[in-house]
């Protein structure tokens, strides 16, 4: 784990559904956000022990850029009982006191919604820290930020366009699920 600023920590881990000949890579990235009193888990997979025992003294909420995130949510839920925030879920099992949220919501823990390649596969801006987390919409496969073509295929242009939006933002950090952190320079390079 590292903090790539005050309050802002990265960490990595094996995805423990990935197999060979996935087309993303099995080590996928976890973040999370501390204000002072409230702790945001986003895709948490592997949480640190620094971090479980810091969410023990602030509110914690877990943030799901996409269902199929889930990762860890439901076993973090047993031990800590955050709020969960969740996109609008596809089918399956719902996970226990969820809040469903969609692209255009701003949720009350401060992160507003952008759609990333389908419904329910969101990008959110978090604005205290001006950091942008990316799903499945903007990754990294070693080549720097990018909207994967082949996983959006004709939806390209439309993906591109919806996420302009955060070009307006103050921008400092994008913290991508697949991949790792970068900056705006990234994000301005994946949205040209």
Known sequence: MRELQAGIW?????????????????????YAIDDGERLLLFDPLALPSELEELAA???????????????DTRSLVE?????????SPEEGDAIPGRQLFAAG?????GARA???MVDNDLVLWVDGPRAVVAGDALIDRGSGLEIPADWVGDGLEQVRESLRALRELPVEHVLATHGG????????RALA
Request: net charge negative; hydrophobic share 35%; glycine share 4%.
């Open 79 to 87: 031990r800590l009982d955050p709020a969960v925030f969740v996109p």
């Open 57 to 71: 003294s602030r509110e914690t909420a877990i943030v799901l850029t996409c269902p199929w995130h889930e990762r």
């Open 10 to 30: 990265h960490w990595e881990a094996p995805h423990p559904d990935w197999k060979p000949g996935e087309e993303w890579d099995e080590i996928v990235s976890s």
């Open 114 to 116: 952008f759609r990333g």
């Open 105 to 109: 919501d701003t949720l009350p823990i």
């Open 181 to 188: 952190p970068t900056d705006r320079g990234a994000l301005e």
